[in-house]
Nanobody, 124 residues
Framework: QVQLVESGGGSVQFGGSLRLSCAASGRSFSSYAMGWFRQAPGKEREFVAGITRSGGSTWYADPVKGRFTIARDNAKNTVYLRMNSLKPEDTAVYYC?????????????????WGQGTQVTVSS
């Protein structure tokens, strides 16, 4: 098993930046592909970005391409989400998640472990 704890959320103004972190403990972090998801009030949880076990491949949802960057540091058991040019529509609770498949997956049901989430609020 792996335990995931997100941090770095907060309130920013339109155009601002945040970096989210997700610290993992438990079974070998490098065994897991990782993803970031978000969920806004009244909406379904949606895929934001994913990264493979080694960090060699990444994938982004269209709404965040060019603004968000996912990265991982396997030595520190941590995955990051750098968010630039934030918009009010990025407001949501952001979750990191882990799965043991080799590829990047974008369905929440494909992930085995989840963090508790961190709130991101962007004001206009």
């Amino acid at each position: 098993q792996v335990q995931l704890v997100e941090s770095g959320g907060g309130s920013v103004q339109f155009g601002g930046s945040l970096r989210l972190s997700c610290a993992a403990s438990g079974r070998s972090f490098s065994s897991y592909a990782m993803g970031w998801f978000r969920q806004a009030p009244g909406k379904e949880r949606e895929f934001v970005a994913g990264i493979t076990r080694s960090g060699g491949s990444t994938w982004y949802a269209d709404p965040v391409k060019g603004r968000f960057t996912i990265a991982r540091d396997n030595a520190k058991n941590t995955v990051y989400l750098r968010m630039n040019s934030l918009k009010p529509e990025d407001t949501a609770v952001y979750y990191c998640a882990a799965h043991l498949q080799a590829t990047i997956l974008d369905l929440p049901s494909s992930y085995d472990y989840w963090g508790q989430g961190t709130q991101v609020t962007v004001s206009s």
